[in-house]
C-alpha cells in the first residue's frame, strides 16, 4: 500500500453486519473497532480478525467518538508505521468496500496539497443494491492533523484543511440489522435532526433541509422522488421508501412536538 491506512469502525451491537465489513479489510494492516458497549455478539466476531484491534468507549456523541477512534489510530501508527504520514479512513458498521475501492485506496499517491477523498454508496437492501439512494458522498479517507469532525444534526460532519478529492470505487451501504433496530435508531435521530433544524438559520440550512424545516412536506415529497428514482428494485425499493418515510415522519413528528412545547412555554 503506498501510503499507510489504518481503518477506524464505529460499533454498538452489530453482529448482522461487522463481518462482511472485516472481510474486506483483510488487506489493511490495522482496523480500529471502537465499540460504545455492544451486548451481542460484535467483539466475538471482531476477536476473529488478526488485523482488528478492538476498543470500548462510552458513547457521548459521535463527534467525541470518532475522534476516539482517530486518536487510536494515531497511535497505533506511532507505534507501528516509518515513514510517510497516516492516513485514517473512516467507516460505519454497514459500509462494505467494493474491491475496486481497495484497489484504488491502494495505489494512491497524493500530494501535500490534499487533505482527504470522498467516497460515493450504493445502497443494499436485504443483500441487493438499488439502482439509486439519497445518500450522499462522504469524506472517508483523510490526513488526521488536517481533519475535525463537528456534529451536524443526528450525526457528524468531517471539515478539511485542504484539498478534497473524490475516489472512484463504491462502498456498499448495507444495514442487515432488523426493522425493530432500524425504528428505534430513527426515534432518537429524529429529535437530533430536529434540534438541528431548529438551531440552524433559515439561510444556512440545504435545501433539503429547508424542506424537512416545514414539517410538512419531506413526508410526502422524499418516499415518493426515491420511488421513482429506485422503483425498478421492485420489493427492495419498497423497504427503501418505507425506510425513507419513517425517518421523514419521524424527524417531522419531532419538529411539531417542539415547535408545540416551545408556544406553551411562551404562553405559560
Known amino acids: 500500500m503506498s501510503i499507510p491506512v489504518t481503518v477506524v469502525i464505529l460499533t454498538l451491537n452489530e453482529a448482522p453486519n461487522i463481518a462482511r465489513v472485516l472481510e474486506k ?28 484491534r478492538f476498543f470500548v468507549h462510552p458513547f457521548e456523541n459521535h463527534q467525541a467518538q470518532w475522534q476516539f477512534g482517530v486518536e487510536c489510530a494515531q497511535v497505533i501508527s506511532g507505534n507501528v508505521h516509518a515513514g510517510p504520514a497516516l492516513w485514517v479512513l473512516t467507516l460505519d458498521a454497514d459500509y462494505v468496500l467494493s474491491d475496486a475501492l481497495i484497489d484504488e485506496i491502494k495505489s494512491l499517491n497524493p500530494p501535500e496539497t490534499v487533505a482527504g477523498y470522498a467516497v460515493r454508496f450504493q445502497f443494499w437492501i436485504d443483500g441487493a443494491p438499488v439502482p439509486a439512494s439519497l445518500y450522499p458522498p462522504r469524506i472517508v479517507l483523510f490526513r488526521p ?105 419521524g424527524i417531522a413528528k419531532s419538529l411539531w412536538q417542539m415547535r408545540f412545547a416551545g408556544a406553551l412555554k411562551r404562553l405559560g
Request: one cysteine or more; a positive charge; proline letters at 3%.
Open 25 to 52: 479489510l483483510t488487506a489493511f494492516a490495522d482496523v480500529c473497532v471502537v465499540d460504545s458497549g455492544s451486548t451481542d455478539e460484535t467483539k466475538q466476531i471482531c476477536q476473529r480478525f488478526s488485523n482488528v
Open 145 to 249: 492533523e488536517r481533519a475535525q469532525f463537528v456534529m451536524r444534526g443526528h450525526t457528524q460532519k468531517l471539515l478539511l484543511d485542504g484539498a478534497e478529492l473524490m475516489l472512484q470505487g463504491l462502498v456498499y451501504h448495507d444495514d442487515r440489522k432488523s426493522w425493530q433496530r432500524f425504528i428505534a435508531n430513527q426515534r432518537k435521530y429524529a429529535v437530533l435532526e430536529a434540534t438541528h433544524l431548529r438551531a440552524t438559520p433559515w439561510n444556512q440550512l440545504r435545501i433539503q433541509d429547508k424542506i424537512r424545516a416545514t414539517g410538512v412536506l419531506a413526508p410526502w415529497l422524499v418516499p415518493i422522488i426515491t420511488y421513482l428514482r429506485v422503483w425498478p428494485a421492485g420489493r427492495g425499493a419498497l423497504k427503501y421508501c418505507a425506510m425513507r418515510c419513517t425517518s421523514e415522519v
